[in-house]
């Protein structure tokens, strides 16, 4: 194999595929990346058995060929070469090594032979759809915060995509994710195809490199589905990757219907006086109190290890007096969701949970459970 091809356009690919490789493998061939090199292109290609990412490159292909390098060992070369350098990548006549040359620089990596390289076979996919990368990652975004990161609970691990029927009787494409304590919500207009999709579970990872993805909001995103897979296609990247194999709850039972407390408060002071007080929280509770009557809002954390704070803001409130208690890390997440200058607060009574909606914003919705404070 040889090739040569711009640093800029190979840097891009290497970064978006090297992140799937885990920097520590037990099986040697997951810690590579696959090149080959034909037609005027450069493929590359990484796995961890669960997620793919293919992107496709252009290149001056001298000789067609395919191997097997380090993935994160070629990226950081490739990272530390000058803007605007040219790299060549040729394999060496016995099959062992590939030599990188960029002007005065040469490196030669250990391959591995390409048909010890693994495919991630998609099968079958019985759903399709496109949508503009914006919405996308408006509903990764609005929704991503609230993935458990606990294990045992596997079906968390991940949000739950799924179409469902709105008020209007319109498709809506749904994005839900929660870990116990908390729950949020996004959707969209329903894209053409996407009607009668299976509910899936794309698990935490995958979200993440989606996410990074999605860098040109008007771009078109392909998305494909079957039971046990997803695929995504943006531009000249294609990621496919293993959906997480569970039911997802039934959320709906656990977001309020009946709540009918409602405090309206400014985004921004609100996120900062929460900041504020939860200095003094310990990192373990992180409990913040809030008291809530006439007009007025007074937040209190109590620390017996380091003392108290409190802080009154201005708020529109005419219910009954309420005193709940939150984690203050949760609710700094999803303050930081909220794109209009208003949250709402839909509240009940202190061992409810609580809806939080965004004052300018009916397509997304967060529900939080109290604690004791």
Not at 48 to 72: I, R
Not at 254 to 262: E, F, L, M
Not at 305 to 319: H, P
């Amino acid at each position: 194999m040889r090739a040569t091809l711009e640093r800029a356009h190979l840097l891009k690919s290497l970064s978006h595929v090297h992140r799937v490789v885990e920097r520590r493998n037990t099986i040697p061939i997951l810690s590579n990346v696959l090149l080959r090199a034909e037609g005027g292109e450069l493929r590359l290609k990484a796995t961890d058995l669960d997620l793919e990412v293919t992107e496709t490159v252009p290149a001056m292909v001298e000789g067609p060929g395919a191997t097997t390098v380090p993935a994160h060992i070629l990226h950081d070369i490739v990272r530390k070469l000058p803007d605007g350098a040219e790299v060549s990548l040729e394999t060496s006549g016995d099959g062992t090594t590939l030599t990188v040359r960029s002007g005065r620089s040469r490196f030669a990596l250990q391959m591995l032979p390409e048909t010890d390289f693994p495919d991630l076979t998609a099968g079958q996919f019985t759903h399709a759809f496109t949508l503009p990368a914006g919405d996308l990652k408006r509903l990764i975004e609005r929704t991503q915060f609230a993935i458990s990161t606990e294990e045992t609970r596997y079906y968390l691990n991940g949000i739950y995509l799924h179409t469902v029927e709105g008020r209007d009787g319109a498709m809506r494409l749904r994005a839900v994710a929660t870990d116990g304590h908390r729950l949020a919500q996004a959707e969209r207009p329903a894209p053409a195809g996407a009607a009668g999709m299976p509910g899936v579970i794309v698990p935490r990872k995958t979200v993440g490199e989606i996410q990074r993805l999605l860098d040109e909001p008007d771009a078109d995103v392909t998305i494909e589905l079957s039971e046990a897979k997803i695929r995504v296609a943006i531009g000249d990247v294609v990621l496919t990757s293993k959906l997480i194999d569970g039911t997802f709850p039934d959320y709906a039972r656990v977001i309020p219907q009946g709540n009918d407390k409602d405090l309206r408060v400014e985004r921004d002071v609100f996120a900062t006086a929460v900041d504020r007080v939860s200095t003094i929280s310990s990192d373990r509770s992180r409990a913040v109190k809030l008291t809530i009557a006439d007009g007025r809002l007074v937040l209190t954390v109590n620390n017996p290890d380091s003392g108290s704070a409190t802080e009154e803001l201005a708020v529109e409130y005419d219910a009954a007096p309420l005193e709940i208690g939150f984690n203050a890390k949760y609710l700094l997440d999803i303050a930081s969701q909220l794109t209009s200058g208003e949250a709402l607060f839909r509240l009940a009574d202190p061992g409810s949970p609580t809806l939080i909606q965004d004052g300018g914003d009916d397509s997304t919705l967060y529900v939080l459970m109290p604690m004791r404070v």
